[in-house]
């Protein structure tokens, strides 16, 4: 039996996604060297990535320890921890004392995200494009044979025409050299992988996004496999009770079929159970008297539930 077209979609919407992640992360690992030749950034921001990527899941979540019930879910998460990685190690500064900074600042960041979904909330994506640009910033410094993050000019002492006091005319901040940044040995040229670099970033972030959306979409697709199984009007009843915006909340996300079906069968037993239990305290006349003993409000609610003895004298 071929599976439903909804499904097929989900799936080919997390490969897509997946595809994206996968040539931005290549993207964000190459550079242009001076002599205009592709080379690549180095393992070592790729390492430092990945351990960012792992305390992010565990710290952010480990709550969540369910494992992907297919081979297109497992592929995608895999894929999802790659392209976190990707992109971390795609804005850390290569070298230098900020790095560990930046390490720390992103495993807070992205551990309280991974708590909520998506991770990639607006928040992080706008701390993770900062790091990019101080990134690309210093780079941009590297390239222009300027080791230091940026230069600041000494009041009153770099406005006097003396050579001699040329050393403390100025102050430079962030000093580094071409070997923490990573650079070449034939140098860098900026320009093009500032291209790759930026085009990188984007497609790992659109791929993140994408791939958390499908993610979604595709678990609600087994889910409703499941639901189909049962006949249409008792599948369709179901369904009206448990509606599909609330099974990520009800943590029927990830469940194996057994638990599935066992986790269904609860919760419409519970709801029903709670709809029945409403109706009948509704139409409870002594409920009614118990909760309105008196008064003028109480007076006006047993009018309304007593049927009416005669209408020939209502106006």
Not at 178 to 188: T, V
Not at 197 to 215: D, E, K
Not at 262 to 290: C, D, H, Y
Request: charged share 15%; with cysteine.
């Amino acid at each position: 039996m071929s599976p439903h077209p909804r499904e097929s979609l989900a799936a080919r919407q997390l490969l897509h996604a997946c595809g994206l992640i996968a040539i931005g992360g290549l993207l964000l690992g190459l550079q242009v060297d001076g002599n205009g030749e592709l080379v690549g950034t180095g393992y070592s921001s790729l390492g430092v990535g990945a351990m960012v990527a792992l305390a992010a899941h565990v710290f952010g979540g480990g709550r969540d320890t369910r494992a992907p019930r297919d081979l297109v879910g497992a592929f995608s998460a895999v894929c999802g921890f790659l392209g976190l990685a990707f992109l971390v190690s795609g804005v850390l500064a290569p070298g230098g004392g900020w790095m560990f900074f930046e390490v720390l600042l992103l495993c807070v960041a992205l551990s309280r995200a991974g708590r909520e979904q998506p991770v990639l909330s607006r928040g992080v994506v706008a701390l993770l494009s900062l790091l990019l640009l101080f990134r690309l910033w210093i780079s941009y410094q590297g390239s222009q044979h300027r080791w230091e993050v940026m230069s600041l000019d000494v009041p009153v002492l770099s406005s006097l025409p003396f050579d001699f006091l040329a050393p403390i005319q100025s102050v430079e901040l962030g000093e580094f050299t071409p070997r923490e940044l990573g650079f070449p040995p034939a140098g860098l040229d900026f320009s093009p992988s500032l291209a790759l670099w930026a085009a990188g970033f984007v497609l790992c972030v659109v791929g993140l996004a994408w791939r958390s959306h499908a993610a979604i979409e595709h678990e609600n697709d087994r889910i409703q496999a499941v639901i189909g199984e049962l006949p249409p009007t008792l599948a369709h009843m179901v369904e009206r009770i448990l509606p599909e915006a609330q099974w990520a909340e009800l943590g029927l996300h990830g469940l194996a079929d057994r638990s599935l079906r066992k986790r269904l069968e609860e919760l419409v037993v519970a709801r029903i159970a709670a709809r029945r239990e409403l109706e009948l305290a509704t139409q409870s006349r002594e409920l009614l008297g118990v909760t309105n003993p008196g008064g003028f409000s109480g007076e006006l609610l047993r009018a309304l539930h007593q049927p009416p003895a005669s209408t020939k004298d209502t106006p």
